[in-house]
């Protein structure tokens, strides 16, 4: 089994699907492990020699930041801190987001800032390389002073308290460790606040969230490229001359992906009685592309993130100084969280339209897409099934980091609200897969009457994998089987895409 080094090197969206979708396990390199025992013993120094009070180390935290806590006392005030923030609310957070969780919160840890033991380091990676699952819940994060709620949920069980899920079944903290045969770390100063002041919960969520993203930033090219065909649309939109002076990026990169996924349709070859196409055929360059650009600026500021340390306060053991201070603020996250969301959001509004152009009886398609309308209401009601989850999106793409509650007796007066803005954007994301398999189970079905005519030998290879599971219909029949079976299909269809270099 493969094994990725925890260590200086910035660690990339792409190095994080390889870790993930390999199984790899998290060992921490010689200098991980140096800058970790440094920073702990100049942290237990400083404790010993300094009079002044230091955050969270010798006082409580937040507004009690002026309450100075006994020196017997220090290991009992971070215990007492993981446990009281410990308000997880909602659903469970799902085991793949656990575990980049997991994963993020170590790499920040390791850089030798947070004045943990490497004992603390080391358990969270035990639980990441045997599959052990913390429990956490989506709901009570504000983003800001960290993911103090979920984060405390993360890392409860390794001081024996909190639940976990291993093997399928479920284990309180104490039971994992007794059968792991693992002994509860015992926290020393500052750990449960380095532990839990931190965006690892946000970022393990946009993480999660981009890798999706690109993904489906892709299939949506070839989604529109099949429903171009399927509708007899024109292939001039996407000449590169055209892009050539309006260069934006992403909208350059989704034109050459629509001549690629069309090259050597006999459709689109056919001669066109239509001038023009609708905008959301015709417009896909731009519309498509500007979501591209936005997912590629969201990934920079994510990739800066996970390579961050973002507890506090930070410690430099090289200066002599141990800073109070706000890096662990999730506004970075929750803007551009609130901007992937809309990105995502509208792939979906164009992909329900292009659904829409299809069943409207337009260019030769029958009325819903089926030979007898009227007794069969066929491809009627899938399109509003992909218009309530549009309009669902539209919801969740009203911004999150617009937002701020105070807590904390008025110390945390501006927060982020970038947990929200991270948990909507999987909703988002779970959202536009569905919708894609609408128009995926539209774009196929109608292109079955452009029989005998055939679209790209590209497009019709993964139009007959999707017929395997998919049929044609003849007469109305359950769609919700072939509806879900569609969504297996788009998750397959996007894992075959690559993700990106930073």
């Known amino acids: 089994m493969k094994t990725h080094k925890i260590s200086d090197k910035k660690l990339s969206l792409k190095e994080i699907d390889k870790i993930t979708s390999e199984g790899q396990r998290l060992e921490l390199s010689a200098t991980a492990l140096q800058k970790i025992k440094k920073c702990r013993l100049f942290l237990d120094e400083k404790i010993k020699h300094q009079e002044a009070p230091v955050y969270g180390v010798t006082t409580g935290f937040g507004s009690l930041c002026n309450t100075t806590i006994s020196e017997q006392d220090l290991g009992k005030l971070q215990e007492n801190l993981m446990m ?19 994963l993020l919160k170590v790499q920040s840890l390791s850089y030798g800032h947070s004045g943990v033991q490497v004992e603390t380091v080391q358990r969270l990676m035990d639980f990441f390389n045997e599959g052990v699952c913390p429990v956490v819940y989506e709901q009570g994060s504000l983003g800001a002073s960290g993911d103090l709620v979920p984060l405390a949920h993360l890392c409860l069980p390794i001081i024996g308290m909190g639940n976990v899920k291993y093997k399928g079944k479920y284990y309180s903290g104490k039971e994992i460790n007794e059968k792991m045969g693992w002994k509860p770390v015992a926290l020393k100063s500052k750990e449960g606040l380095a532990l839990l002041n931190g965006t690892q919960f946000m970022s393990a969520h946009a993480v999660y969230c981009l890798l999706k993203a ?34 934006h990026m992403g909208q350059q990169e989704t034109a050459r992906n629509i001549l690629y996924w069309t090259e050597g349709s006999k459709i689109m070859q056919q001669p066109k009685k ?10 896909m360059p731009q519309v498509h592309g500007a979501s591209k650009d936005a997912i590629r600026y969201v990934k920079s500021v994510i990739t800066t993130e996970i390579n961050s340390v973002t507890d506090n306060p930070t410690v430099f053991p090289d200066e002599d100084l141990i800073v109070s201070a706000g890096n662990f603020h999730g506004q970075p996250i929750a803007v551009v969280m609130d901007f992937l969301a809309i990105a995502l959001a509208e792939l979906g509004n164009i992909s329900e339209r292009r659904t829409y152009q299809l069943i409207d009886a337009k260019r030769n398609l029958p009325s819903f897409l089926v030979k007898n309308p009227g007794l069969n209401s066929g491809f009627m009601i ?16 009203h911004p999150c980091s617009t937002d701020s509650i105070p807590s904390s007796q008025g110390q945390e007066d501006h927060v982020s609200m970038g947990a929200n803005a991270a948990t909507k954007c999987l909703r988002v994301i779970r959202n536009l897969e569905s919708i894609f398999a609408i128009e995926m189970f539209n774009a196929t079905q109608a292109l079955e009457f452009r029989r005998p005519l055939k679209s790209s030998p590209k497009i019709e290879r993964w139009v007959k994998t999707y017929r395997e599971t998919v049929p044609f219909i003849e007469n109305d029949t359950t769609m919700y089987d072939k509806i879900h079976e569609s969504i297996r299909f788009i998750t397959t269809l996007e894992s075959t895409f690559a993700i990106e270099e930073n």
């Open 214 to 247: 690109e993904r489906l930033s892709q299939a949506a090219d070839f989604l529109g490229s099949l429903s171009l065909d399927a509708f007899d649309g024109r292939v001039d939109p996407f000449n590169p001359l055209i892009h050539q002076v309006r260069p």
């Open 382 to 397: 899938p399109q509003y099934a992909a218009a309530a989850l549009v309009n669902q999106n539209k919801l969740y793409a």
């Open 274 to 283: 239509h001038v023009q196409d609708p905008y959301s055929f015709r417009c």
């Open 84 to 102: 009281s923030h410990a308000c997880g609310m909602g659903d469970e957070v799902q085991e793949e987001i656990v575990r980049l969780m997991l």
